[in-house]
């Protein structure tokens, strides 16, 4: 059977336009036949993003974007619709990241995958993301360095004027004042050394002669080395010597010395003793004087009349006394008489003093004979316990 020409031209253009369809598709990665899911993704800011742009999961390529729609009353988000492979599941947490693919800005949106449990189904949601192009994420790295130039630049413009106000034109002068100060000062340390070392060459005669001493007596030392060795070793047996004669023990023997003697010292002060009655009764003092003046007296009486006295000393007998002796018990001593308002005296107003051996004793009862005051003793001891008999003359 012949097959007509006008079918053959119908059939032609069937084919060309089944070809043409594919092809626009193929140029927009669609596939023609096969179905895909479709998800969503809002965004305040798409940057860039076309139809038919990629849709790359894990970096491999798996759908296209379909449209884009603004949404809002104010058209203020846009609406993204993109298709990915139906057998591809992935997690419904899952982010669609806006992103650049090169450098020439081309954008594709980027599946990062969640971690749910569950996949995301036709006609979801995703939540959307813009990631940052290359010239923002520049720009957000230089800020810091951009903040901290500034920050720079004010401490420096702060410096500076700090500078500006030192050298100002007081500070000048001040500064050339003293500029110049060190430089006469460096002229004077350049002329002192020009004079030292002038002084060093005028003297160059004594300082060798002055050298030669020291070597001298450097080798006087060295040869006397011996001898001087020899007198440390004399001082060192010398105070060995004197280690074991034990000089620790003699000192202390005088210590004790001196202490012994300065004990006596203190006595004598004290007036204990005879040496201290004698040194600080004042009353033996009087005694010692009256005698010296009634022996001079009796000297002048005896030169005038020797005869009287001869008779009288010597051959008669008959006009001397006997005198007894008297005892009395003493029921208190002390070092200085007592004031009369002692309560010894107030209780004893009949106490009698008297001074012997520097003491100063209080008697209450005197006896002609040693008998009477021994069978009174007892009596007086049951009221003073430290009663006792004293020869009075």
Do not use: C
């Not at 032609?12 to 179905?35: E, S, V």
């Not at 620790?248 to 210590?255: E, K, P, S």
């Not at 003092?285 to 001079?296: D, F, M, R, T």
């Amino acid at each position: 059977m012949k097959i007509k020409r006008e079918v053959k031209l119908a059939l032609t253009a069937i084919g060309a336009i089944i070809i043409l369809i594919w092809g626009i598709n193929f140029l927009k990665a669609k596939a023609l036949f096969d179905r895909n899911n479709i998800f969503y993704g809002v965004y305040d800011n798409v940057d860039g993003l076309k139809v038919s742009s990629s849709v790359v999961y894990r970096g491999y390529q798996v759908g296209q974007v379909n449209s884009i729609h603004f949404v809002g009353a104010r058209f203020e988000h846009v609406l993204v619709q993109f298709s990915i492979k139906k057998d591809l599941e992935i997690p419904a947490n899952s982010e669609a990241v806006i992103q650049n693919i090169d450098l020439m800005g081309s954008k594709a949106i980027n599946i990062v995958p969640g971690n749910s449990i569950y996949y995301a189904q036709n006609g979801d949601t995703l939540r959307a993301q813009l990631e940052l192009n290359l010239l923002e994420q520049v720009n957000r790295q230089i800020q810091p360095l951009k903040n901290k130039a500034e920050n720079i630049m004010a401490s420096l413009d702060t410096v500076l004027t700090v500078v500006q106000d030192i050298f100002n034109n007081d500070t000048k002068g001040n500064i050339e004042g003293s500029l110049n100060s060190i430089h006469r000062t460096l002229k004077n340390v350049e002329s002192a050394s020009g004079s030292l070392d002038g002084l060093i060459t005028g003297q160059a005669d004594r300082i060798s002669h002055i050298l030669s001493n020291i070597n001298s007596i450097t080798d006087n030392l060295q040869r006397s080395n011996y001898n001087i060795s020899k007198g440390l070793n004399n001082i060192a047996e010398l105070s060995d010597t004197l280690q074991a004669a034990n000089l620790g023990q003699a000192f202390r023997r005088l210590d004790d010395i001196l202490l012994e003697v300065d004990s006596v010292v203190r006595k004598i002060n004290r007036g204990k003793g005879s040496v201290g009655e004698a040194i600080n009764n004042d009353d033996l003092y009087y005694n010692l004087v009256a005698v010296s003046e009634n022996l001079n007296k009796l000297l002048v009486e005896f030169r005038a009349n020797p005869k009287r006295f001869v008779n009288l000393s010597v051959f008669d007998f008959s006009s001397r006394k006997s005198k007894e002796d008297t005892y009395g018990i003493v029921v208190y001593s002390t070092d200085k008489p007592l004031a009369p308002d002692a309560p010894f005296l107030v209780e004893n107003p009949q106490a009698e003093m008297i001074k012997r051996n520097g003491k100063v004793l209080y008697m209450i009862d005197t006896y002609r004979n040693l008998k009477d005051a021994e069978g009174q003793i007892e009596r007086v001891k049951k009221s003073f316990k430290d009663a006792y008999i004293v020869k009075i003359n």
